[in-house]
């Protein structure tokens, strides 16, 4: 099974709108963090943001909130007011506790229109 | 704190030769990861080093090889050049251990193979 899983190959969205990027995981580890990453096309990947699998509030940092639903296994990533500059491909990665491993999902590309 | 570099930021190879990309992580982090991004495709995980031993490896063919130095930085080797490996190759490092601790990239080699 795949650990991590994004659905949604491409999105668009208005500028100033929020979206949301879907991101559903697997693991049988009770200690794991889950990470969202922008690449824009530059090339260089950026983190964003992380979620402890322990942690009772779902993250945020600034514009972006990750809704942190553990019985589902999701962890998406929501951002607010939408601006051109978030126009990118956008990873959801999973960290496990036992053994140091990464995994990423195959990205979402987000478009922004104006 | 300087970040993870890769060098060089461009290579380009002919079909059969080989290829050799380095990485410097940031200054304490042990664990350096290599990935493979096709254009436009997601990050497809090559191999982890760790205190100078490859803890894993992707599903590549041993083609694909690599080290790890004594100071950590490490090298990935690409023999016999074929045509598909031509993508960037994203280095990044992190810390062992603490599951909140996100990976940090470098900027990327493109590999471009003629």
């Known amino acids: 099974a795949q650990k991590i899983t994004q659905t949604q190959p491409g999105m668009f969205v208005q500028e100033k709108e929020a979206v949301t990027l879907d991101c559903t995981y697997d693991t049988s580890d009770p200690s794991y963090g889950l990470f969202w990453y922008k690449q824009p096309s530059s090339g260089e990947m950026i983190f964003l943001i992380y979620?402890?699998?322990?942690?009772?509030q779902n993250a945020t940092e600034g514009r972006y909130s990750l809704n942190f639903q553990k019985a589902r296994k999701s962890a998406n990533l929501v951002i607010s007011a939408s601006q051109l500059g978030d126009s990118a491909m956008y990873f959801c990665?999973?960290?496990?506790?036992?053994?140091?491993?990464?995994?990423f999902g195959s990205g979402t590309k987000l478009n922004v229109k104006p | 704190e300087a970040g993870v570099t890769q060098s060089p930021t461009h290579l380009i190879k002919t079909r059969g030769q080989q290829a050799t990309l380095r990485c410097s992580p940031i200054?304490?982090?042990?664990?350096v990861y290599w990935y493979q991004q096709a254009l436009g495709l997601g990050l497809q995980f090559l191999l982890w080093?760790?205190?100078?031993?490859?803890?894993n490896r992707g599903n590549f063919p041993p083609r694909f090889s690599g080290r790890q130095f004594p100071n950590y930085s490490s090298e990935l080797n690409v023999n016999a050049l074929e045509l598909e490996d031509s993508a960037l190759y994203l280095c990044?490092?992190?810390?062992?251990?603490?599951?909140?601790?996100?990976?940090?990239f470098g900027p990327g080699t493109r590999l471009t193979v003629t």
């Open positions: 990665a999973m960290r496990e506790g036992d053994f140091n491993k990464f995994y």
């Open positions: 979620q402890g699998s322990y942690d009772q």
């Open positions: 200054s304490g982090h042990t664990s």
């Open positions: 990044a490092s992190s810390l062992r251990d603490i599951v909140s601790y996100e990976q940090y």
């Open positions: 080093y760790d205190e100078g031993e490859e803890r």
